[in-house]
């Protein structure tokens, strides 16, 4: 293909993109194959020879489309949402095209400075401590990683290359294999899985701390394990703290855990995923009030900001702390910008060497949306939310399972756990909608999360009425089987 086929193949691509995008209501939710429907599709092995883009195309419809779940359809309302924008969607095209790996200053200047910049304007919108930002000499400042997981990953392991090198200058008779086998990180025990695999790929101990009748942890609970492990001679060195949890979207309380945490010596690392992107509207920042004890913090513009996958906002408020657990300096990355003070080489922020020029996406989308933009957006899902709170609290025959404080509602029929499961069974057997469950204590719940940037009042009205009416079915159902019993 030569620049003259790319130019109409690339507008071909793109109305098909847009008309995918503008039509997603009328595609079915949730695929209908069953695991293994695309091997029989397909050649066993690559073509000899070079087949045309006008046979590729045909079979995005044929092959691909059959087996997506749409994540962008207004009847989405499963997970958290999956932002997407069309300024996001150029932006990606020019960094797909500019195509350069900016691991370093040096291998592509624009790469990095504008992330810096972009972090920095972030940081502002969610009105961050000063101390977080790169701003022109400041210690801290953000980095874009690919996921939450990531950034808590990268955290871990920075809190423990820290806290080990501060336990041998106390101790010097102890091994670093010794102080790896005391340290213990906790979190609350409503943490998404990926923390447990963040402290398993770190190789150290991980607690959780049980949270209270909000599903949120408080400073007494911290304490009191914090205590039993130190008595114990283990060494406490990294709690991490969920600000929207993945089962419920509760909030760990800040102000109680972070002047903890900072009295033991413990790093704060705030996983904020979900929930951080609501932070931009001012009625909703007071959920990150203690973020000022953090060590670093973490949103995914990619949920909630309009900004597609992958972009995880991550902000430290010693940059030291995170170059000090990575820098390695090998010859061929060295370049003589390096030890200016001005330039900043995010190879050293990561786990992986290469990465993409992100920033594009995160700089597009403010600018053409504004903040303004952005808060509307994060205001109108936050009102369907609280929509289909009151459609469920007006029918006696359900109840709500956790205060609705953004974009999610957790509600279940009153009832066992079993009735709750064949109903959801029944919501995604029908294919009209897509929903996905949580656990909160024993109870079976469902979750409801507002998703797609172009659902309406109406798609949340039409998931109430079908939902309720598959109740009532199975509910008839349900009592007939046990009154034959």
């Not at 000499?137 to 996921?147: F, N, T, W, Y």
């Not at 003070?341 to 922020?349: F, K, P």
């Amino acid at each position: 293909m030569d620049a003259a086929e790319f130019r109409k193949r690339g507008k071909e691509m793109v109305d098909y993109v847009a008309d995918y995008l503008e039509k997603i209501e009328k595609r079915q939710v949730f695929p209908d194959v069953e695991p293994g429907y695309l091997r029989p599709l397909i050649a066993d092995s690559a073509p000899q020879d070079p087949e045309s883009f006008e046979d590729v195309f045909k079979d995005i419809e044929k092959i691909i489309m059959p087996g997506v779940t749409h994540w962008h359809s207004p009847y989405f309302f499963a997970y958290f949402p999956s932002a997407s924008s069309f300024p996001a969607l150029l932006a990606d095209m020019l960094c797909g095209g500019i195509g350069c790996v900016g691991f370093s200053w040096a291998a592509s200047p624009a790469c990095t400075e504008l992330e810096t910049v972009m972090m920095d304007w972030l940081g502002k919108m969610v009105n961050l401590p000063e101390e977080f930002l790169a701003g022109k000499d400041g210690q801290g400042g953000g980095v874009i990683q690919g996921s939450a997981s990531e950034a808590t990953l990268i955290a871990l392991l920075a809190a423990r290359t820290k806290t080990i090198r501060q336990v041998q200058s106390e101790k010097p008779e102890l091994t670093e294999a010794e102080i790896m086998g005391r340290l213990v990180a906790y979190a609350s025990d409503q943490a998404h899985s990926s923390v447990e695999r963040a402290a398993l790929i770190g190789a150290v101990k991980i607690k959780n701390v049980p949270s209270d009748d909000t599903f949120s942890v408080c400073g007494s609970a911290l304490k009191k394990v914090l205590d039993e492990d130190k008595a114990a001679g283990l060494i406490p060195f990294f709690f991490c703290a969920t600000l929207g949890t993945t089962s419920c979207c509760s909030f760990d309380k800040l102000l109680e855990l972070g002047p903890i945490c900072n009295k033991e010596n413990i790093w704060m690392h705030i996983d904020a995923a979900y929930a951080g992107s609501a932070f931009i509207c001012p009625e909703f920042r007071h959920l990150l009030n203690g973020v000022e004890f953090a060590d670093s913090f973490n949103f995914n513009p990619h949920k909630w900001l309009l900004v597609n996958f992958d972009c995880s906002a991550m902000w430290v408020k010693k940059r030291s702390d995170l170059i000090g657990a990575f820098k390695l300096e090998p010859l061929y990355l060295q370049h003589h910008h390096q030890e200016s003070g001005l330039v900043t080489d995010y190879r050293h922020w990561q786990i992986p060497l290469g990465r993409r020029f992100r920033s594009l996406k995160l700089w597009f989308v403010l600018r053409m949306y504004g903040v303004k933009g952005l808060q509307e957006h994060i205001r109108k899902h936050i009102g369907l939310s609280h929509q289909f709170e009151r459609l469920v609290l007006q029918d006696e025959r359900f109840e709500i399972c956790a205060e609705v404080v953004l974009g999610l509602v957790c509600f279940r029929l009153k009832g066992s756990n079993e009735l709750n499961e064949a109903l959801l069974k029944s919501i995604n057997d029908a294919k009209k909608i897509h929903l996905v469950p949580c656990h909160l204590r024993e109870k079976f719940v469902l979750r409801f999360a507002i998703c797609s940037r172009t659902v309406e009042s109406t798609h949340i009205k039409f998931a109430w009425q079908h939902i309720s009416q598959l109740a009532t079915d199975l509910l008839k159902t349900w009592e007939q089987n046990h009154h034959q019993q």
